[in-house]
Structure formats: structure tokens, C-alpha cells
Nanobody, 118 residues
Framework: QVQLVESGGGLVQPGGSLRLSCGAS????????MGWHRQVPGKQRELVAL???????NYVDSVKDRFTISRDTAKNTVYLQMSSLKPEDTAVYYC????????????WGQGTQVTVSS
């Protein structure tokens, strides 16, 4: 069973930056579509960014030009660099893995809290 473990969340002031990391227990980063999602209480989980096995990236409009998804296949790790953070970015952020962008998520991480507040 593949495990995804997120880290890097925390409290940051508006306008600040954070980098989230997602480490995989097996070498799946280069062969799967990896994604970052977020969820706030009472709302559906939202896909924020993804990177395909071919390295193509896609972002939800609300984070374009502020967030960057990347990967290090040698370290089996996916990153989400977040900058110009806003209070509305506050959420639990989850890492995911799926075979292809249009297939269901196969693996989820446990989530890491990001709080943007002064």
C-alpha cells in the first residue's frame, strides 16, 4: 500500500510563503499524476494543482501565478510552493496520486493544515 505523507504546513501571515512537501513510500511520482487538494470545513475538497507523469502542470484559477507544483523523482517527493498567501488559502492541504488526470484518485495523504492569518 502506497503511503503519501505531507509536511510543511503551518501558520503564515498574509502575503507570506510556504512550501508543502509530499513524500511517497514507493517510486510512483514519475509514473502517476500527482495532485494537491485543499478542503475547508463544510466545503468539498478542491483540486488546487496537479502535475502529470509527463511533467505538465495545471492550476485552479484562484492560485495561478501564486502557487507552483513541482516534483523530485529521485526523492519520490512532490512540492507545492505557495506565495502571496491570502486568508482564503487557509485549509487542510492533501496530496494525491492517480494513474492519469481523468482517473479517480488512488492514494491520499493525511493532510497538513495551512493557516493564513495576521
Amino acid at each position: 500500500q502506497v503511503q503519501l505523507v505531507e509536511s510543511g504546513g503551518g501558520l503564515v501571515q498574509p502575503g507570506g510563503s510556504l512550501r508543502l512537501s509530499c513524500g511517497a513510500s514507493e517510486n510512483i511520482i514519475s509514473s502517476n499524476t500527482m495532485g494537491w487538494h485543499r478542503q475547508v470545513p463544510g466545503k468539498q475538497r478542491e483540486l488546487v494543482a496537479l502535475i502529470t507523469s509527463g511533467g505538465h502542470t495545471n492550476y485552479v484559477d484562484s492560485v495561478k501565478d501564486r502557487f507552483t507544483i513541482s516534483r523530485d523523482t529521485a526523492k519520490n517527493t512532490v512540492y507545492l510552493q505557495m506565495s502571496s498567501l491570502k486568508p482564503e488559502d487557509t485549509a487542510v492541504y492533501y496530496c494525491s496520486a492517480r494513474p492519469f488526470p481523468d482517473t479517480p484518485v488512488r492514494y491520499w495523504g493525511q493532510g497538513t493544515q495551512v493557516t493564513v492569518s495576521s
